[in-house]
């Protein structure tokens, strides 16, 4: 199956500062990236949808100026904590979708960044 | 508003056991119905049900969708400590892509 890396796998920072994820497809072109979010002991929660060069669709009660995402190309998606706190602590996870439009949706994972903030 | 409900939201059972997970949905324009298998890290794909009533099978798992009742089962048989994870179901639309995701069922397999 298709591969998708995250990196950092874990950071820990202290609260004000921004942290950026980045999440690539190793061998195929992901057209689409989504960013999830998990908090223990509850499911996956879809933060983000971003198609490659366009701007990314963020979902009801998720503040686009906190969490920056960018597309820029079909392998690589990144997301940026700006500011973090400490209720930004969790688990972050992209998956990556090799057809635009929607057509597919079998989502490739990484492997998740564990965030804390202190 | 579109919602994958899933249950039990957990589960512990003795080794050589069988278990059945439960998702049912609603969800417009559907597309898909999707399961994983989530460890300590990221989901890993197991299943992925576009048409009703055809099972499909993995080893020891097997998962069949009913279009009309709007569900699927999961099944595990002579279950194994390794078992042990959170499954998750998700349901994918067709008109974004996106996938709606359940709270997941937590299974503890114990030796």
Known sequence: ?118 | EDKVVQSPLSLVVHEGDTVTLNCSYEVTNFRSLLWYKQEKKAPTFLFMLTSSGIEKKSGRLSSILDKKELFSILNITATQTGDSAIYLCAVGSSNTGKLIFGQGTTLQVKP
């Not at chain 1, 989504?34 to 060069?53: D, H, V």
């Not at chain 1, 989502?107 to 965030?115: K, S, V």
């Open chain 1, 1 to 118: 199956g298709a591969v998708v890396s995250q990196h950092p796998s874990r950071v820990i920072c202290k609260s004000g500062t921004s942290v950026k994820i980045e999440c690539r497809s190793l061998d195929f072109q992901a057209t689409t990236m989504f960013w999830y979010r998990q908090f223990p002991k509850q499911s996956l929660m879809l933060m983000a949808t971003s198609n490659e060069g366009s701007k990314a669709t963020y979902e009801q009660g998720v503040e686009k100026d906190k969490f920056l995402i960018n597309h820029a190309s079909l392998t690589l998606s990144t997301l940026t904590v700006t500011s973090a706190h400490p209720e930004d602590s969790s688990f972050y996870i992209c998956s990556a979708s090799g057809l635009a439009g929607g057509h597919s949706n079998e989502q490739f994972f990484g492997p998740g960044t564990r965030l804390t903030v202190l």
